[in-house]
């Protein structure tokens, strides 16, 4: 039997350095727990005055004010992880917040609200994005995230229907996911002939798929995450689904970041029965119906600009409960409580049929899987 061979020593800078370390843990420790001290006694200041915990506009504030002030050397997604289970931690010293997402663990609904609540929040795993909803109704959840669109696909219909059917919940944060699919497996790429995903994952990589694995067939399945759980037992096959679920299922990531476009995004709404305060980077979500005649659309779209509002979406999607007519969602720069917004909001009033505001939340940036 071999020796262990011995760590070299150098000119005994390595020990020193180490104590060095360990000396910046401890203080690190310190200054961590009283922080949470802190937030703890935020927390009593809000229960007084009935405040909410969750606070995005804040959140985003903190994050960015200590990443326009972090040089280096830690990477900017190293600071913000970090801080992001600082802030979910010191959150559920206030209260532990319960989150509802779609799909199975390590599905991209899931990665977007840990993203965006961290590790310390309870969650709720549901199988579609209407239960989510339902979650939020019932209030045996304080929060959902569900996907809204995706840069590639575009929509997400279910979602805008939610909405729809479910007038009293608002938009209170959103979470801009960059997705980088992986094909998982545990055989060979030459030997893979199925590959599963979700139809919206296969679509985002037809191309590659095309190119790469024109031997394969391809399954559509309900997640992500059911695939790479799938392919787990299953000879010969692949999935496309995050590095996460990978991990989480024992399957080796073949190939990484497969999707055609590079910039390929996915935006989530977080859900609830309030929206957010005013921090004056903010948008504000609506839908609206229209009479049917010519220049209707017109009509509202020269209400924002005369008003100087910047549309930074508009969709539109059948009315499934009146055939032929059709809803419009649209979210936009600004806050309802700012005079330009509510201005155009009285004026929509009158162009509209009906107009059902999804409240106002934070701009946040992009985060990658």
């Given at each position: 039997m071999s020796a262990r061979k011995s760590e070299p020593v150098g000119d005994g800078k390595l020990p020193k350095l180490r104590a060095e370390i360990d000396r910046f843990d401890l203080q690190l420790l310190e200054i961590l727990n009283k922080r949470a001290g802190v937030a703890a006694q935020i927390g009593a200041e809000k229960a007084k005055v009935g405040g909410e915990v969750f606070n995005a506009g804040r959140e985003e504030s903190v994050l960015g004010a200590i990443l326009k002030s972090h040089k280096g050397p830690l990477q900017d997604v190293t600071i913000k992880s970090i801080f992001r289970e600082l802030i979910s931690g010191c959150r559920a010293l206030q209260s532990v917040s319960r989150v509802a997402f779609l799909g199975p663990d390590y599905s991209y609904s899931h990665i977007a609200a840990l993203e965006r609540f961290g590790q310390s929040a309870e969650y709720s795993r549901v199988g579609t994005i209407q239960a989510v909803f339902d979650e939020i109704g019932r209030k045996h959840a304080n929060f959902g995230v569900v996907p809204l669109e995706n840069s590639t696909d575009g929509r997400i219909a279910d979602t805008l229907d939610c909405f729809v059917r479910n007038p009293g919940i608002q938009i209170c944060a959103e979470i801009r996911l960059r997705v980088?699919?992986?094909?998982?497996?545990?055989?060979?790429?030459?030997?893979?002939?199925?590959?599963?995903?979700?139809?919206?994952?296969?679509?985002?990589?037809?191309?590659?798929?095309?190119?790469?694995?024109?031997?394969?067939?391809?399954?559509?399945?309900?997640?992500?995450?059911?695939?790479?759980?799938?392919?787990?037992?299953?000879?010969?096959?692949?999935?496309?689904?995050?590095?996460?679920?990978?991990?989480?299922?024992?399957?080796?990531?073949?190939?990484?970041?497969?999707?055609?476009?590079?910039?390929?995004?996915?935006?989530?709404?977080?859900?609830?029965?309030?929206?957010?305060?005013?921090?004056?980077?903010?948008?504000?979500?609506?839908?609206?119906?229209?009479?049917?005649?010519?220049?209707?659309?017109?009509?509202?779209?020269?209400?924002?600009?005369?008003?100087?509002?910047?549309?930074?979406?508009?969709?539109?999607?059948?009315?499934?409960?009146?055939?032929?007519e059709y809803v419009f969602f649209v979210d936009f720069e600004g806050h309802q409580d700012e005079p330009k917004v509510k201005k155009v909001l009285k004026a929509l009033q009158s162009l509209c049929d009906e107009i059902h505001l999804l409240g106002s939340y934070p701009v946040s940036v992009v985060s990658e899987e």
């Open positions: 980088h699919h992986h094909l998982l497996a545990n055989c060979q790429p030459a030997e893979v002939r199925r590959v599963y995903s979700k139809a919206q994952a296969l679509s985002q990589c037809r191309q590659w798929l095309s190119k790469n694995m024109p031997h394969a067939s391809t399954h559509e399945v309900s997640s992500t995450a059911d695939a790479a759980r799938l392919v787990q037992t299953e000879p010969f096959s692949a999935a496309i689904a995050s590095r996460q679920a990978g991990v989480r299922y024992g399957l080796k990531s073949l190939f990484a970041s497969i999707e055609d476009y590079t910039e390929n995004e996915t935006r989530f709404a977080v859900v609830a029965l309030a929206d957010s305060q005013k921090t004056g980077r903010d948008k504000t979500a609506a839908l609206f119906q229209i009479p049917h005649t010519p220049g209707s659309l017109a009509d509202v779209l020269v209400a924002f600009k005369s008003n100087k509002i910047n549309l930074t979406w508009i969709e539109s999607f059948p009315y499934r409960e009146a055939k032929g």
